[in-house]
């Protein structure tokens, strides 16, 4: 299964690199050396390549395509992990299931809830492609993102976020302003952690990072969002200044860089947290294509206690490439706000009148 991308344009090209000058070339490491550190990996003797300043070299393009579900499915509420059996049965299933041609489109969850349930087709009424341009997903032992609690599943809602999610949820369902609409449909912002859905795995999902002695950036693919974060130990930012995506502070902990990030905007919206959200990723390369990408989310407005996932990257060859959405999409926006106002007017008519 393929997925192709348009061309990245010169001038997002000529900005990154302006962005980055200081960054040294990243080695270019030959196929046959890379089947070497595989071997090396596998027998337990490989260690990351080093930076010119000793740190682990995290630079590359990586993907995210883990077919492990965010939570845990309650049919497997006491199993963390599947045998190699049941996840080889697994693989067997969602390849007749979306290899066939015969299915709609499936992302984050499904690919894995569909080959679990072992159904005949992939059916969904909200899908606009086909299986045929959906790109592999990697199933593996695990049964959850979530890795704290131990139960696999994000912590309830406080009754606060009970309350802003039932606000956004009447909002999204009969909008009548672009504001009503969230921001990955504005083409704004994606939200950080990109975590669950089609923006944590599968086509949407694509990552560049870049270092150098005091700065680490990721690039993100979709939205073409940069986030560039010092590690020189400065400060966080002013509580009073707030960004879509935080604000990051890098740090090496060992072989670990660990980001830490604050002062999300009111306007951010990481299911449903936004300026309470208090985020610490660990980027650990493990592998010559393999980096464990670790995350602990704490907001204490919006769940009953902090959580922790871990979501896998792997090295793609795949060039990055622009992001074709941006804030005002005509074509977008004003279809949606026209189906919200026949949908509205449909409602009213059945006697369902919409708040």
């Keep these: 299964m393929s997925y192709r991308r348009p061309a990245l344009p010169r001038t997002l090209t000529a900005m990154i690199a302006a962005c980055l000058a200081a960054l040294p070339t990243a080695a270019q490491t030959s196929r046959a050396g890379e089947k070497g550190q595989a071997r090396q990996a596998e027998q337990g003797r490989w260690t990351s390549p080093r930076t010119a300043d000793g740190h682990p070299d995290l630079q590359g393009v990586w993907i995210s395509i883990s077919a492990t579900p965010l939570e845990r499915p309650k049919a497997l509420a006491d199993r963390p992990l599947l045998t190699d059996e049941e996840v080889a049965t697994l693989?067997?299933?969602?390849?007749?299931?979306?290899?066939?041609?015969?299915?709609?489109?499936?992302?984050?969850?499904?690919?894995?809830?569909?080959?679990?349930?072992?159904?005949?087709?992939?059916?969904?009424?909200?899908?606009?492609?086909?299986?045929?341009?959906?790109?592999?997903?990697?199933?593996?032992?695990?049964?959850?993102?979530?890795?704290?609690?131990?139960?696999?599943?994000?912590?309830?809602?406080?009754?606060?976020?009970?309350?802003?999610?039932?606000?956004?949820?009447?909002?999204?369902?009969?909008?009548?302003r672009a504001e009503d609409v969230n921001n990955a449909q504005r083409c704004i912002s994606w939200s950080v952690p990109r975590l669950g859905g089609r923006y944590g795995a599968g086509d949407l999902a694509y990552y560049q990072i870049f270092q150098n002695r005091g700065y680490v950036v990721i690039y993100l693919e979709t939205g073409h969002e940069a986030r560039i974060i010092p590690l020189d130990g400065r400060p966080h930012l002013s509580r009073g200044v707030r960004q879509w995506n935080g604000d990051s502070r890098g740090r090496w902990e060992g072989d670990t860089l660990i980001v830490d990030t604050t002062n999300f905007s009111h306007k951010s919206n990481f299911m449903t947290a936004a300026e309470g959200l208090h985020l610490v990723e660990r980027f650990t390369r493990i592998a010559p294509d393999r980096i464990k990408y670790e995350m602990r989310l704490e907001d204490p407005t919006t769940w009953t206690r902090s959580w922790s996932a871990e979501m896998p990257l792997k090295l793609s060859r795949e060039p990055l490439f622009e992001s074709a959405c941006h804030e005002g999409n005509y074509e977008i926006m004003s279809g949606m706000l026209r189906a919200a106002r026949v949908n509205k007017a449909a409602a009213r008519s059945a006697g369902a009148e919409p708040r």
């Design 91 to 176: 693989r067997k299933r969602a390849a007749r299931i979306f290899k066939s041609g015969n299915s709609d489109f499936a992302a984050g969850d499904n690919v894995f809830l569909a080959a679990f349930e072992n159904v005949d087709q992939f059916r969904s009424p909200t899908a606009t492609h086909g299986a045929d341009e959906m790109i592999e997903r990697e199933f593996d032992n695990r049964t959850s993102l979530v890795v704290d609690p131990p139960d696999g599943r994000i912590p309830a809602l406080t009754p606060e976020a009970q309350q802003r999610q039932a606000a956004t949820a009447a909002a999204v369902q009969y909008p009548a």
